[in-house]
């Protein structure tokens, strides 16, 4: 127990692991991929698989540490948020309560995933008695929102998120409503950054599926580029003002666009991160 356990959700974007998987694979003790049985997402669309990525699999997972958990996450009687919360309880119950379960999804890049790993296990008492002591660890998002011929938009402003827990009673997403513990780590996120097919099809068969106006946030995608996004605000997907403005980053791989970001510029200062830990201290103080 007391390991480092990474699982990963597999679904219509299964290509993204390609990018994620390679990026925890030293660091992790053991790698659990989620995928549906009946290959479908949490609004029952069907997905179809390449055999060419089980290959790819195999020949990468050098170290034996991958392993596939196939089941039947889908419930018609669940919403879409139901569903992924079944999923990723299921998934956390196979990986093991006692260790570091982190859940990542397919196109969430961990820039220096073994600075993360080192502050879990610097955290080590909150597996002694992980009910008891429920912790979130989270870090941050860098949100890609668009690919132009020279590089890419992304939000300016870096979003925190919860990638670990010691006990998943997960409530919504990754969420379980308990204590967070923030860390000074980025997470580069995949989450826009994609054809107009590919954004359709994640906006109809993701947790969030019925809270999305997927025709009015495509019209707005549409028009902006790197010669005008500075003209315009307020892009999130849900509640636009969270993502007030868009910056813009050259490069042509996914390689370049990450060495050109400036990691020490986006990540919220000590003090902020500071203030933000003691304030969860504090609130779960009495609790």
């Known amino acids: 127990m007391k390991e480092i356990q990474v699982g990963f959700l597999m679904s219509y974007d299964y290509k993204l692991l390609k990018n994620s998987i390679p990026l925890v694979y030293r660091e992790a003790n053991a790698i659990t991929i989620a995928l549906d049985d009946?290959?479908?997402?949490?609004?029952?669309?069907?997905f179809e698989v390449d055999d060419n990525f089980f290959h790819w699999l195999k020949s990468f997972d050098t170290e034996n540490k991958i392993s596939i958990y196939r089941d039947d996450f889908y419930d018609s009687s669940l919403t879409a948020m139901e569903n992924e919360v079944k999923e990723r309880k299921m998934l956390a119950s196979k990986m093991g309560i006692g260790n570091w379960i982190?859940?990542?999804d397919s196109d969430e890049y961990f820039v220096d995933f073994k600075k993360f790993t080192k502050e879990?296990?610097?955290?080590?008492?909150?597996?002694?008695?992980?009910?008891e002591n429920q912790i979130q660890i989270a870090g941050y998002y860098i949100n890609l929102y668009k690919y132009t011929d020279e590089g890419i938009l992304?939000?300016?402003k870096p979003r925190n998120q919860k990638?670990?827990?010691n006990y998943p009673s997960y409530v919504t997403g990754r969420n379980t409503n308990k204590q967070v513990i923030y860390i000074p780590v980025i997470v580069i996120h995949e989450c826009l950054s994609r054809s107009e097919e590919e954004i359709r099809t994640k906006f109809t068969n993701?947790?969030?599926s019925?809270?999305?106006?997927?025709?009015?946030?495509?019209?707005?995608?549409r028009k902006i580029d790197h010669s005008n996004y500075d003209q315009f605000e307020d892009f999130f997907y849900l509640e636009p003002e969270k993502?007030?403005?868009?910056?813009?980053?050259?490069?042509?791989?996914?390689?370049?666009?990450?060495?050109?970001?400036?990691?020490?510029?986006?990540?919220p200062s000590k003090t902020h991160i500071m203030s933000k830990n003691f304030g969860q201290w504090f609130k779960f103080l009495f609790k």
């Open 38 to 46: 009946n290959l479908r997402t949490w609004t029952g669309g069907k």
């Open 102 to 104: 982190i859940q990542l």
């Open 120 to 131: 879990l296990r610097l955290r080590n008492k909150y597996l002694n008695h992980p009910k």
């Open 154 to 156: 992304y939000v300016s």
């Open 163 to 165: 990638f670990a827990t």
């Open 206 to 208: 993701w947790g969030h």
């Open 210 to 221: 019925h809270q999305v106006d997927i025709d009015g946030f495509l019209e707005k995608w």
């Open 243 to 267: 993502w007030k403005r868009l910056n813009y980053v050259k490069g042509k791989t996914f390689t370049d666009i990450s060495d050109n970001l400036n990691y020490a510029a986006l990540m």
